[in-house]
């Protein structure tokens, strides 16, 4: 059964600061893998998906990459802003059609102005 | 606008009587599901659907039931809700093609 992990569980960091957040999956037999953002209380808004041919993608300050034989992902977060302060969710898709994700814990990130 | 809507967004019920939280998608996608969420266990998958009339279950679907009688639809059924079953309930849809999961914007349910 897949396993998401995802270190570190909260971080704080200053205002203008760039970052990485973790995560790792037990099972490299990966379709896609697609990282969320979600503020308190919300729903999901998704960041970023990297196929499993893919290496990386980028949109904006954000790029994830992904490695799937060593069953790794990072998301870096360039010039943080207090805006971006949020839970950030990385999900794994595997399993018949790809369809079914399973979701690590999130990362709490807060960027102090 | 391509979204995924769930209703209603918040839900106060007593145990025991039944709900339906309903969840609408307008990008015709096949691949529909539906999430918990609980403080310290994360995003758990209670039942998901691959098109009309094709269910099966997720990791945690007991006191849960669902139907897909159309592409678009995909109501979540709580027949006898206990306390255990209050949370953040999200729907998701994926396509074939489509760029990611798109995710409703969720359910708080309060059970007392």
């Known amino acids: 059964k897949q396993e998401v992990t995802q270190i570190p569980a909260a971080l704080s960091v200053p205002e203008g600061e760039n970052l990485v957040l973790n995560c790792s999956f037990t099972?490299?037999?990966?379709?896609?893998l697609q990282w969320f953002r979600q503020d308190p209380g919300k729903g999901l808004t998704s960041l970023l998906l990297?196929?499993?041919?893919?290496r990386e993608q980028t949109s904006g300050r954000l790029n994830a990459s992904l490695d799937k034989s060593s069953g790794r992902s990072t998301l870096y977060i360039a010039a943080s802003q207090p805006g971006d302060s949020a839970t950030y969710l990385c999900?794994?898709?595997?399993?018949?059609?790809?369809?079914?994700?399973?979701f690590g814990k999130g990362t709490k990130l807060s960027v102090i102005p | 606008e391509a979204q995924v809507t769930q209703n209603p967004r918040y839900l106060i019920t007593v145990t025991g009587k039944k709900l339906t939280v309903t969840c609408s998608q307008n990008?015709?996608?096949?691949?529909m599901s539906w999430y918990r969420q609980d403080p310290g266990l994360g995003l758990r998958q209670i039942y998901y659907?691959?098109?009309?009339?094709?269910?099966d279950k997720g990791d945690v679907p007991e006191g849960y039931k669902v139907s897909r009688k159309e592409k678009r639809n995909f109501p979540l059924i709580l027949e006898s809700p206990s306390p255990n079953q209050t949370s953040l309930y999200f729907c998701?849809?994926?396509?074939?093609?489509?760029?990611?999961?798109?995710f409703g914007s969720g359910t708080r349910l309060t059970v007392v």
């Open positions: 999900a794994v898709g595997s399993g018949a059609g790809s369809y079914q994700l399973t």
């Open positions: 990297i196929q499993s041919s893919q």
């Open positions: 099972d490299s037999a990966i379709y896609n």
């Open positions: 990008m015709n996608h096949e691949y």
């Open positions: 659907s691959m098109n009309v009339e094709v269910t």
């Open positions: 998701a849809s994926m396509g074939q093609g489509a760029l990611g999961y798109t």
